[in-house]
């Protein structure tokens, strides 16, 4: 039997992009890890990050299940859940200003405010920074892994002088886990090459997202991103917030700071022993038929 088409809307929030099936309006696939495979492909499909299912939550105004584009299913997703809460509030499954929204990390609380027909900013509250090693997960002693020796680093090379790079780790999960690395120059790191090196080493047992940071000013960096399960993209919510918390613990930045990404700036704030708040935009970019033979 050929599945029947199945309605989406195409969002971003700052580049990082994913095709998105209200739950409200149509029943969610079946096989969400094929789907997201088959969708995502940029180029025999519609193309994204990966796909994110938005569907109704006993305790949230809507919940939030984020596929990854190799069909993983991920926990979190700080520009996914803002363009979740711009899509209940655009489609009036909720009203504007304070939303709830399920994920993996839990309920979320966030605050939308319409900027247009089809974009909206969106606060996030994304929640207290996990440090523990154990529960990142990354296989490290201690309490804290900040500004730690890397064992999943290869042999240095000659980027690294390039870029700067510094070879120690700092580990945070914002319900999904993060590395950050800092250097002086993020545009020389061959991310393609480094991120998936790290990602799949053995010392991270889930995977793990890589962030390389360059510090332009205490309230100022520059980041990009590999991120588990996709490669590279225009920006990472989650891992922007790992990367203000990694700043604080290690003295790099102030507790108030704007990330610059490849796909725009985005607002982040922590007081060590406090959430994490993240402040950007999303937008969405078209809507579709997804329809396979």
Known sequence: MTPAPLPFVKMHGLGNDYVYIDGFAVSVPADPPTLARRISDRHRGVGGD???????????????????????ESEMCGNGVRCVAHLVVSRGHAPAGPVRIETGRGVLDLVVDPTGRRSSRVRVDMGEPI???????????????????????????????????????????????HVVFWCRDVAAVPLEVFGARIETDPIFPARVNVHVVEVLAPDRVRMRTWERGSGITQACGTGASAVCVAGVLGRRTGERIRAGLP????????????????????????????SEA
Do not use: Q
């Open 131 to 177: 440090l523990g090693p154990a529960r990142i997960p990354v296989d490290h002693p201690g309490e804290r892994v900040v500004d730690a020796p890397c064992s999943a680093l290869p042999s240095p090379e000659p980027w690294w002088e390039i870029a700067g790079l510094d070879p120690r780790m700092t580990c945070v999960s914002m319900g999904n886990p």
């Open 50 to 72: 990966g796909l994110i299912l938005v569907e109704r939550s006993a305790v949230a105004a809507a919940r939030m299940r984020m596929f990854n584009a190799d069909g993983s």
């Open 263 to 290: 796909g725009g700036d985005l607002d982040l704030e922590w007081t060590p022993g406090g959430h994490v708040f993240m402040t950007g935009p999303a937008e969405e970019v078209f809507e579709g038929v997804w």
